[in-house]
Each structure stands twice: as C-alpha cells, then as structure tokens.
C-alpha cells in the first residue's frame, strides 16, 4: 500500500512538471511576437548602459570637480578629450576659451581619484595624427590635492611642439644644409657597392646620437646654455685673443731659433748639477752650522725691518737709493762734505786690537747707550716703530756679550792663522 501512494505521488509530479512545461510553450507560442519586442528593447537597454558606462565613461551619479589649466598655446586640445592621470583616463575637458595670455581648459575630473596639486600637467597625442588629451603627472603622491576651482598655472604645463613651428624648424635645418658638400657626399656613396651599407650606418649613428642625447636632455640642455655662454665670452675677447695668439707666435719663434741653446743647456746641465752635489756634500758636515748663522741672520735682519723700510722706502722723504744714484750726474761726482765731527756712540763693549788676524765673530746685541734723540738720528734706536714696539734696545735678560755662532770649517777652508 505505501509503495503504490509513493509512485502515485512521483507520477503526479511529473504530469504537473510536464503541463507546466506544455503551457509555457504555448503561452511563448501565443505571445512570440511582445517576447521578441521585450527581448530588442532588453539587448538595447542593456547596449545603451555598456555604451554609457563602459565606452564613453559617462557616470551620471558620480561626483566631478572641475579644475581649470592655464595653457600657453591650445596645442591641439579640444573639448571632449580625455583627461588622464598617469595615463588613466579619469575625467573629460569640458570647454577650451581664450584668454589674454593664451589658452585655459576645464577639466571635469571624478572627485574620487586624488591629484596632488603639484603635479605637472601635459598636452599629449596618442598619435601623429593628434587625439590629443590632458595628462597630469603628480612628482609625488603626498597632498593637497586637487578641489573644485582649483586653477594650475602655466609654468607647470607643457604643450606639444606645433605643426607650424616643426616646419619652421624643419626649414631651418634645411637652410643650413651646404647642398654641394651633400652632394659630394651622396656621390661618394655611389663609387663602391658598400654605398647602402654605409649609408645605413651613418642614418644607424644619427638615430643612435639622436636618442642617447635625448636620454640626458636636462643634461644637453644645461651644456649647450653653457656652451652659449662660453662662446659669448670668446666672442667677446677676440680682440684680446688675437693679440694673445701674435704673442704666442712670437715666443714660440723666439724658442724655435734658440733650439740650438736649449739643447746645448739639456746636454750640459748634467755637468752642472753634479758639481751642485758636490757642493752640496762638501759642505754637508757644517750644513746644520750654516742654516743655524742663516736663522740668526734673519733674526736680526726682522728686528730691523722698520729702518731698512726707510732705508729703501722711507714714508716722509725720498728713497735713499734714489738720493746715492742722484750724486752722479752732468758727467762727475757731486757730494757735500762737512768736516765738523760727530758725535760717535760708544756701544759699551770690549774692543779687539785691530793688528791681529783674530776674525772675530760679530756681536749679536750692539745698542748706543745714549738715548738722547739727537745723536744717531739714523740709528735704529731712532727708527719708526709702532706703538708698543720695545725692540729700541737689548732684549730683557740676553747676555750683551753673546757673539754670532763661529762660522763653519769645512774641507776647503783656507786656514788664516796670520790673516
């Protein structure tokens, strides 16, 4: 008895499933004809929505700023073109007016992406038949970014080079052409069969010059400002450089013809500098000797600087050279002579009788006692000093008896033991 209720129930099932099935077919069949005009007006919603959203990238909900970019030429932009970031397209320009100094865009741009408002922003074309967009390309990614109203200046914009400008440059590069020397050059690519060849390397050599330049072109562009310089600057001294150069020639002249004597120089030097050695080794024991007397010497010489500045240059009279020099003239020897003595310093230190052949060395602290400003008015006692300068006399605590080092006996020193 359950088994017959269970296959009733699935027979059932089945005939209701069927029926169903039947009549949805013929309710279809009945109604082909408003199904298939559902069906076309569906697919065209449905195209119409793609076309919107997905080709044309029109979102009618979505929120837009509008941002507008101060140009200094159109460079081709029109309204409707894409605005891109990075070469995404995230807007569209709604209008391109002229202003006084050139050209502003309003760009419609989806408030959902964030510019930064640093970015540069540049005309470019997909293609060399133009399409151009608006393309803003941030130098970082760090805010503030780009709000409705905001107004990006000129000097962060960059348009395409012109059609007309390109041709003028074109005619340019034409202009300087020297057409016999291309000339030549074509018929002498003609002479040999490698003639192809060696055009492909030199058109191969162009483009690879072209293109490494065009690598480091902040680079080239910073070298060919400074070479303008440069050449401005030579421009400029020709004159002086063309002296230069007449002088140059002169002393190099002047060298050629004494060859012979440079070269005679080159070939004896050798001579010379070893009886310089010589010199030099002979006199090595008592070097030491030698540089201590050099060290004294100037020592005393510092302390006399002030008088022998007036000596040679002396600030309230004329040189004294000058003065000696001036005795001789008119063919004779002009001097005045007066016969009346002098006071004469006595310096207060022990004197050696003149007959002997002793060579003493000299004193080293020799001061006239006597301060009296009219006698040695010469003397370094009177000499210019500035304030505070106590070098008049002796320094404080030296022995006023200390001599000079003795002067050095080396091997070819000639004894003196009677002068």
């Known amino acids: 008895m359950t088994n017959r209720t269970t296959s009733t129930r699935r027979v059932g099932?089945?005939?209701?499933?069927?029926r169903g099935a039947v009549g949805s077919v013929g309710f279809v069949r009945r109604n082909r004809t408003v199904l298939s005009l559902g069906s076309l007006l569906l697919i065209l919603v449905l195209g119409i929505a793609y076309l919107t959203f997905g080709a044309l990238q029109q979102d009618p909900f979505a929120e837009r700023i509008q941002v507008h970019v101060d140009l200094v030429e159109s460079g081709g932009l029109l309204a409707g073109q894409d605005v891109t970031y990075r070469g995404i397209p995230v807007g569209k320009v709604e209008a391109v007016e002229f202003t006084e100094t050139g050209v502003v865009a309003t760009a419609s741009i989806d408030s959902e992406t964030k510019i930064p408002e640093n970015s540069e922003?540049?005309?470019?074309?997909?293609?060399?038949?133009?399409?151009?967009?608006?393309?803003?390309?941030?130098?970082?990614?760090?805010?503030?970014y780009l709000v409705d109203?905001?107004?990006?200046a000129s000097d962060r914009t960059s348009v395409p080079i012109g059609l007309a400008k390109l041709l003028l440059d074109l005619k340019g590069t034409g202009d300087q052409i020297d057409v016999p020397k291309l000339q030549g050059i074509i018929d002498e690519l003609r002479v040999g069969p490698e003639a192809p060849q060696k055009l492909a390397s030199i058109l191969d050599g162009g483009v690879f010059l072209i293109s490494t330049l065009d690598s480091v072109l902040p680079q080239t562009?910073?070298?060919?400002?400074s070479t303008k310089v440069v050449l401005g600057t030579l421009s400029e001294t020709s004159v002086g450089l063309t002296q230069t150069a007449g002088n140059l020639n002169s002393l190099f002249s002047a060298a050629d013809r004494m060859d012979g004597g440079f070269r005679r120089l080159v070939d004896n030097g050798s001579t010379t500098m070893e009886s310089i050695d010589a010199v030099i080794a002979d006199n090595s024991p008592t070097m030491v000797q030698l540089l201590g007397n050099l060290a004294t010497v100037s020592q005393?010489?510092?302390?006399?600087?002030?008088?022998?500045?007036e000596l040679f240059t002396p600030s309230d009279r004329g040189s004294t050279l000058a003065a000696i020099t001036s005795i001789f003239r008119d063919g004779g020897l002009w001097a005045?002579?007066?016969p009346?003595?002098?006071?004469?310093?006595?310096?207060d230190?022990?004197?050696?009788?003149?007959?002997?052949?002793?060579?003493?060395?000299?004193?080293?602290?020799?001061?006239?006692?006597?301060?009296d400003p009219g006698v040695l008015i010469r003397g370094s006692r009177n000499a210019p000093r500035p304030p505070g300068d106590d070098t008049a006399g002796p320094p404080p605590g030296v022995d006023p008896l200390q001599t000079s080092d003795p002067t050095p006996i080396g091997p070819n020193t000639i004894p003196t033991p009677t002068g």
């Open 13 to 18: 099932i089945v005939e209701r499933s069927a």
């Open 121 to 144: 922003v540049r005309v470019s074309g997909l293609s060399a038949a133009g399409e151009q967009y608006l393309d803003f390309r941030p130098t970082s990614t760090d805010g503030p």
């Open 149 to 152: 109203g905001t107004v990006i």
């Open 221 to 225: 562009v910073s070298m060919l400002n």
């Open 300 to 309: 005393v010489t510092y302390l006399r600087v002030p008088a022998l500045q």
């Open 336 to 338: 005045i002579a007066e």
């Open 340 to 347: 009346y003595p002098r006071y004469v310093c006595d310096y």
């Open 349 to 371: 230190l022990p004197r050696n009788s003149a007959a002997l052949p002793l060579y003493p060395e000299p004193y080293l602290y020799t001061y006239c006692n006597n301060p």
